[in-house]
C-alpha cells in the first residue's frame, strides 16, 4: 500500500487574517520554515498557525487540490469549511 506523502495544507496568518495555501512532502519541516520566517512568502506574515491539511497518495491529486485552493471559489470554499477555526483564531478578512 502506497503512503500518504503528499500534503496540502493552509496557514493562517494571524498579522493580516490572510490565508497561505502550500504543499510538500515533509509538513514539520515545512511548518518549521514558515514559523521561523525562512520562508519569503510568509515571512512578513508571521505570526502563522496551521489550519487545516489533507493526505494525498498522489503529487498530481495534492498539486490539483492546492491549485483549485488558490483559486477564488477555492478560496470561498476553504473559508466556508473553515468557518469556526478562522472564528476561533481572527476575525475573518472579507476579501484575499
Excluded: W
Excluded at 20 to 46: D, F, M, V
Excluded at 55 to 66: F, M
Amino acid at each position: 500500500m502506497k503512503k500518504l506523502q503528499y500534503c496540502v495544507y493552509v496557514l493562517l496568518s494571524l498579522k493580516d487574517g490572510n490565508l497561505y495555501i502550500g504543499y510538500t512532502t515533509n509538513l514539520n519541516q515545512r511548518l518549521t520554515s514558515h514559523i521561523t520566517g525562512n520562508s519569503k512568502a510568509t515571512e512578513p506574515r508571521r505570526p502563522l498557525t496551521l489550519l487545516f491539511c489533507e493526505y494525498y497518495l498522489s503529487k498530481h491529486d495534492a498539486t490539483r487540490r492546492e491549485k483549485y485552493f488558490k483559486t477564488t471559489v477555492g478560496k470561498k470554499t476553504l473559508r466556508l469549511m473553515l468557518k469556526d477555526s478562522l472564528k476561533e483564531n481572527i476575525l475573518i478578512k472579507k476579501s484575499d
